[in-house]
Structure formats: C-alpha cells, structure tokens
T-cell receptor, first 113, second 113 residues
Framework: DGGITQSPKYLFRKEGQNVTLSCEQN?????MYWYRQDPGQGLRLIYY???????QKGDIAEGYSVSREKKESFPLTVTSAQKNPTAFYLC????????????FGDGTRLSIL | SQKIEQNSEALNIQEGKTATLTCNYT??????LQWYRQDPGRGPVFLLL?????KEKRKERLKVTFDTTLKQSLFHITASQPADSATYLCALDIKAAGNKLTFGGGTRVLVKP
C-alpha cells in the first residue's frame, strides 16, 4: 500500500543536540511538507518542497532545516537553535497542484530530556 | 495572512444525532476548502474538498457547505456514531502559493452511545 512513513514515532533531544526526523513516501508525489502541531492548535507549516533539490520556508522555519535530495524523502532536522522543539511533527505529501488533498504520516513526537 | 477559526470547545453529542462544526475565515476567500479527521496520536486523514463555486458537497454521512459571503464552512456528520469521535480540522488554500494550506485548530467531537 502507498503511503507516508515517519520515523521514529517518539524522539528525545538533549540540550544543544540536533535531531533528524525521517519522512519517506511511495506515492510518487512531487510536493512534500513539514508541519508542527502543538496541543490544541492547528498545524503550522515549517518547510515545504515542490520539487527535488528545492524547498521553501514556511511560517515557522527558524531553528529547522530540510533537504530534498530524492523525490521520496524529505528529512527534517531540528537544530539546537530551536528553543522550544517539544511538539508533534507531521509530514505530508501531495501531487503539487491546487485542489489536491494532502496525505499525512502518523507523526513524530519530539520531547526534551 | 489568512486566519481560520474553529470552535475550540469539544462538541459532545448523542449517538444518532447530527454534529455540526463551523469553520470561519478572515481576509480573502479561498479557492477551495478541505476537511480532515485526526485521531489522537495520528496524522490527519482527508475527508472532503469543496470549491468556491460549490455550495454543498456530500460523502456518505458527511456534508460540507461553503458560504463565501459569510466566509464560513459548515461540516455536518449525520446519524453520528461513537466511531466518529475525533478532531476535525478545516484547511484553506493560500492563494498563489501552490497547494500550501492554512489549518484551523480543529474541533474535537465526542459521540456518546
């Protein structure tokens, strides 16, 4: 079955440490997205990529970095510069055109040790 | 920027009744609006998309309306079942920005048997 796989499900970060969240899709989608979700709040866009080797900042990109070396993969690095990283991180993909539903992974919950 | 308001209070409803959720937006009218379902600890799942020139859309027991004059969408779950208990998110497109979406904070629905 096609879908989006995020790993790990749970992740713990120490102070001053960078951590990388994995996102892989086998839907042959061109566009991929990273969102952050805090309790009781909507999804906020961190970064998105509409094509391989290209990506754009979303609304809350500070303290995060991404890469898009392959169509299937869009890893997110939470750097030590992100002072409040505790959140639920969601990866999504779609065909890149308007009016397309986004397909989501089941998220990674990041906590601070 | 586009702002979206969904009722942050949980909606408690008796099984068999109709649940009605509201999504209000400010600023410009989106070209389309989407509704997603999210279960605890999971990623959102796409339910319905309605375009600005459509007044109503149905899918099984779900119905969505879109009133661009009121800047509002209503989401109805008819003959609700305990399995419908979840958080429901609305999302709007961001004009001239590919398929970027702005999400509301979601409304939690609890259907009691």
């Amino acid at each position: 079955d096609g879908g989006i796989t995020q790993s790990p499900k749970y992740l713990f970060r120490k102070e001053g440490q960078n951590v990388t969240l994995s996102c892989e899709q086998n839907l042959n989608h061109d566009a991929m997205y990273w969102y952050r979700q805090d309790p009781g709040q909507g999804l906020r866009l961190i970064y998105y990529s509409q094509i391989v080797n290209d990506f754009q900042k979303g609304d809350i990109a500070e303290g995060y970095s991404v890469s898009r070396e392959k169509k299937e993969s869009f890893p997110l690095t939470v750097t030590s510069a992100q002072k409040n990283p505790t959140a639920f991180y969601l990866c999504a993909s779609d065909r890149g055109n308007s009016n397309q539903p986004q397909h989501f992974g089941d998220g990674t919950r990041l906590s601070i040790l | 920027s586009q702002k979206i308001e969904q009722n942050s209070e949980a909606l408690n409803i008796q099984e068999g009744k109709t649940a009605t959720l509201t999504c209000n937006y400010t600023n410009y009218s989106p070209a389309y609006l989407q509704w997603y379902r999210q279960d605890p600890g999971r990623g959102p799942v796409f339910l319905l998309l309605i375009r600005e020139n459509e007044k109503e859309k149905r899918k099984e027991r779900l119905k969505v309306t879109f009133d661009t004059t009121l800047k509002q969408s209503l989401f109805h779950i008819t003959a609700s079942q305990p399995a419908d208990s979840a958080t429901y998110l609305c999302a709007l497109d961001i004009k001239a920005a590919g398929n970027k979406l702005t999400f509301g904070g979601g409304t939690r629905v609890l259907v009691k048997p």
